[in-house]
């Protein structure tokens, strides 16, 4: 069975399958054994030249399960939904050791027989003559009474506490060191027959000295410690289809790329294939495959998921998308290169482009849309569209030149210094007296500041009627005010007075500098590069607001030209 030895199937650990009808009937008889113990992988025997085409072998992680369903082994077990469908449940142990204990003895009768051959004897005579040598090993093993360590007689211990007759080197039972379960390693050496003390030659440490065993021994663990590693294939990532991706899970495309690479590994079978793909979804994904049964195959899967989960946009979307697609502020070149590269795949993927040549399109719109003028000039990007360099290439080519930029632009900032900025230092006071040094006013100290503030008023309003011409065609004649309305009248007059000085003090001024444009200097101190349509785009802004002040305002021209010399 060349499948044990090219999927390091741990013998011991396993049973055999047959009478399996690759549905959906079948799990019922997986979750009888999954009783027993966890199941560590499902090997389908596909090969139709071997006798065990379309069984299974089932390799549990732990001999505890092997153990605890041996004793109903061989198992035939009918299936409870079908009552056709029958099981038999073997130990592969028992299969694998008939079939390579066959093996063994052809390959070893025919050496035989090719030893009688080159010899000149008969087969039976050579037989008869390993068959003895066979039972005289047999008889000393039986004759060996202590089991001692890996190396022997300790070196300190007398040399009466040997055995005159025989010496044996145990047999080894190494403990696994690893998590994986290893069968137990047995090693035996032959004895060696003391017939003189004095004959050196006779001496076991001569024939099979310590370092020897030593060797041997360790030849055998690591044999056994590779034939009992099992081959554990890595876990399909989760998806769930959950917009935002969270942060656990990986985006359709990327689960989909493992899923090709799992169809295209002829090791495992469909069911397994299928079994992992559903092992690796979580609602609302796995609910969209719940109709179908463990007997679809996974293209099937695929297909209903591509449908729900897939890119939906034409090819010619993609490739004008794609051609759209230009740098952002503040992106790397080389960020900006795998954002292209991402698109160009999708568009490829749909059919949008049918060039045999896709890197002369990347190289093409990286040019057009890379604002980083420098970086093109200085690797010539734009005269090798003829010839352009592969995706993996060119990206190297922008790392390595964003890296000499960046290690050029901190020399010079160690060298020349970062300039510092002006502290700007805005500070305001206040002073707030305490409430009990708050002194209200009486009614005599308001009466003065308010007849106080009276006679400014009617001085404003003299200086103002000095300066309005007279309109006796549109001028109407005010009533004096009587007596009985003084304080309301007065108030009136002051308000609209005070209202007309804060308008004709609220006139627009510049704003602006007269040299660059931007507020908040004069020319003269303005140190930016002149920038004469900001100006005019001001100067028009600062006219339309005076004139609009003006209408509003009604102002006569010689008011005007007063207030404009102020």
């Not at 090997?43 to 399960?65: C, L, M, R």
């Not at 025919?110 to 008889?139: C, F, H, M, W």
């Not at 689960?255 to 294939?273: A, F, G, K």
Request: net charge neutral; glycine share 4%; hydrophobic share 30%.
């Amino acid at each position: 069975m060349e499948i044990i030895q090219k999927e390091n199937v741990n013998v011991p650990n396993s049973l055999i399958v047959s009478g399996l009808t690759h549905t959906k009937i079948d799990e019922e008889l997986f979750d009888y054994l999954k009783g027993h113990g966890s199941i560590a992988r499902l090997i389908h025997i596909g090969k139709t030249e071997s006798e065990y085409y379309q069984q299974v072998i089932v390799e549990y992680n732990f001999d505890t399960a092997i153990k605890s369903i041996e004793p109903l082994l061989p198992l035939d077990y009918a299936s409870t939904s079908d009552p056709e469908v029958n099981y038999l449940v073997k130990a592969l142990s028992s299969v694998y050791a008939g079939k390579a204990g066959g093996e063994a003895t052809r390959s070893y009768l025919e050496e035989l027989q090719s030893v009688a051959t080159l010899s000149g004897r008969s087969l039976t005579a050579v037989l008869k003559d390993e068959l003895a040598k066979v039972n005289e090993s047999i008889v000393q093993a039986a004759q060996s009474e202590t089991i001692e360590g890996v190396w022997g007689t300790s070196k300190d211990e007398p040399a009466s506490n040997v055995d005159s007759t025989h010496q044996f080197t145990p047999i080894m039972s190494p403990q696994p060191t690893s998590s994986v379960k290893k069968s137990p390693v047995t090693a035996t050496f032959t004895s060696f027959p003391l017939n003189n003390a004095s004959e050196t030659s006779s001496d076991p440490t001569n024939v099979c000295p310590p370092e020897v065993q030593r060797v041997i021994v360790e030849h055998i663990v690591k044999t056994g410690e590779v034939a009992s590693q099992s081959h554990a294939h890595s876990r399909l990532k989760t998806f769930s289809g959950r917009f935002p991706c969270p942060s656990n899970e990986v985006d359709y495309d990327t689960w989909r790329t493992n899923v090709e690479l799992l169809l295209q590994d002829p090791s495992i079978s469909d069911l397994d294939r299928s079994r992992r793909i559903i092992d690796s979804l979580s609602p609302p994904a796995a609910s969209m495959i719940k109709p179908l049964g463990s007997a679809d195959l996974p293209n099937t899967y695929l297909e209903l998921l591509d449908s729900a989960f897939g890119t939906v946009e034409d090819g010619d979307e993609l490739f004008a998308k794609f051609l759209n697609t230009l740098q952002n502020a503040g992106e790397k070149p080389s960020s900006y290169l795998h954002r292209l590269q991402v698109a160009l795949m999708k568009a490829m993927k749909r059919g949008g482009i049918t060039t045999s040549k896709p890197e002369g399109q990347l190289l093409k719109q990286f040019c057009r849309g890379c604002w980083d003028q420098s970086i093109l000039t200085e690797l010539q990007l734009e005269s090798r569209r003829e010839d352009p360099p592969s995706f993996p290439k060119l990206l190297l080519m922008l790392r390595t030149e964003e890296d000499r930029q960046a290690a050029k632009n901190r020399r010079m900032k160690q060298h020349l210094g970062i300039p510092r900025q002006k502290v700007v230092t805005h500070a305001q006071v206040t002073c707030v007296s305490p409430p009990g040094d708050r002194q209200l006013p009486n009614h005599s100290e308001l009466s003065a500041e308010t007849q106080q503030l009276k006679a400014q008023v009617a001085q404003l309003q003299a200086q103002l009627a000095k300066l309005l011409p007279a309109k006796p065609s549109k001028a109407k004649k005010a009533p004096k005010p009587s007596e009985s309305s003084g304080p309301n009248t007065s108030h009136t007059k002051v308000t609209s007075s005070a209202v007309n000085s804060t308008n004709l003090a609220s006139k627009p001024k510049p704003w602006y500098c007269f040299s660059c444009g931007e507020d908040g200097h004069i020319a003269r101190s303005c140190v930016n590069e002149p920038n004469p349509s900001l100006v005019y785009t001001k100067r028009k802004e600062l006219h339309e607001k005076q004139q609009q002040w003006e209408e509003q305002n009604k102002l006569p021209l010689n008011l005007r030209q007063s207030l404009s010399r102020d």
